[in-house]
């Protein structure tokens, strides 16, 4: 029998609105595939809602989320901000608020290689293959949250990182309840050996990793993390970080992945989930038609797993894109030199593909 649920979509900015599409549809196809009843609506957030309503999170959009069992986002961001660090009213705010508003978080990063795509990456094959590794990313605390100061003269400036216990607690275990279910261990990134931050961050790890005695904990210094990740990134299995460093490093394990295009991601907290590619707005493509849609088909997949507790269904998306690659498809940003022309698909085209092979 048959599950209802309610959906969000929230495009958003730059290609957000044409890859977003596409997640929809894939979950549009599964409801009917499996007799789900999923029922959608829209709201807008960002850069689009700046300019429809001065306010990067109109209320009306942050009512429709809370009434929601789950978010599929697109990005957010546009090229006139970065050109103006001053700006009072920003993208960016209307990601942080409803993160914050809905206690999301924890930001859940996968990332697992698609055989078809090794060549994609500038890593070697040989190091990568086999790589699967579930970043936690902590996403309510640190320098994104803390007291922000500037001095009179606006010569100097500093950013609060601040961390409570119970916030490292609840991801941390999280992490740990996930590494359970996968190879069972588990390492917690920090710079406790020179942040106080993150010395916190760490005894609350350490006491925590006594409830899960069957998981193999480590501890790795921030800059450690992020060399042996491209060294060896077989070695991970579950990474646990802050705000900051997990925001870098999941980006640097892009690379792993080939291209950011393929990147899915899940922010969760006790209800609702949110669930986006990482791809961000891409303004430089916007309109082109050319945006790789397999991130926010791999959220959707997501969103599947986690929100609704969907596993075949989700298994299912992930086989009608591996279908896809192995036919040899690509967008322009997983495409090498021996990629024929007509196997080189557009936004629309690549989505096509997909749904054809989920049918």
Not at 4 to 21: C, F, M, N, R, S
Not at 63 to 85: C, E, M, V
Request: hydrophobic letters at 40%; one cysteine or more; glycine letters at 8%.
């Amino acid at each position: 029998m048959g599950i209802a649920k309610k959906i969000l979509v929230i495009p958003g900015d730059g290609i957000g609105q044409e890859v977003t599409a596409w997640g929809k549809k894939v979950l549009e196809v599964i409801a009917a595939n499996y007799k789900h009843t999923f029922t959608f609506d829209e709201g807008i957030m960002g850069h689009v809602a700046i300019e429809a309503t001065g306010d990067p999170l109109p209320a009306e959009t942050l009512d429709k989320a809370r009434a929601s069992d789950a978010i599929l986002f697109g990005a957010i961001g546009h090229a006139k901000y970065d050109n103006d660090p001053s700006a009072k009213v920003r993208p960016e705010q209307g990601l942080l608020k409803i993160r914050k508003e809905l206690g999301l978080y924890a930001n859940l990063r996968p990332i697992k290689l698609f055989d078809d795509l090794l060549q994609a990456s500038s890593i070697k094959p040989e190091i990568l293959q086999g790589a699967d590794i579930l970043f936690f990313r902590e996403l309510t605390g640190d320098v994104y949250f803390g007291e922000k100061q500037r001095s009179e003269d606006r010569a100097t400036a500093s950013d609060l990182m601040i961390y409570h216990k119970y916030e490292v607690e609840r991801i941390a275990r999280k992490a740990f309840e996930a590494a359970r279910t996968r190879r069972k261990k588990l390492c917690s990134v920090d710079k406790a050996n020179v942040l106080e931050a993150s010395r916190l961050w760490r005894e609350v790890v350490q006491e925590i990793a006594k409830d899960y005695p069957d998981v193999e904990t480590e501890h790795m210094f921030i800059d450690n993390a992020a060399m042996q990740l491209i060294k060896d990134p077989k070695r991970f299995d579950v990474v646990v970080t802050g705000n900051l460093f997990g925001d870098i490093l999941t980006d640097e394990a892009s690379q792993i992945a080939g291209s950011m295009g393929m990147l899915a991601s899940a922010s969760v907290g006790d209800r609702v989930g949110f669930y986006e590619p990482i791809h961000g707005s891409a303004h430089d493509i916007a309109g082109k038609g050319i945006a790789n849609p397999l991130a926010s088909i791999l959220s959707a997949a997501l969103l599947l797993d986690i929100s609704f507790g969907l596993k075949e269904e989700s298994q299912r998306v992930i086989r009608a894109v591996d279908a896809t690659l192995k036919q040899g498809y690509r967008t322009m940003d997983i495409a090498n030199k021996h990629t024929p022309n007509d196997f080189l698909l557009g936004t629309d085209a690549m989505g096509a593909q997909v749904l054809k092979n989920l049918n």
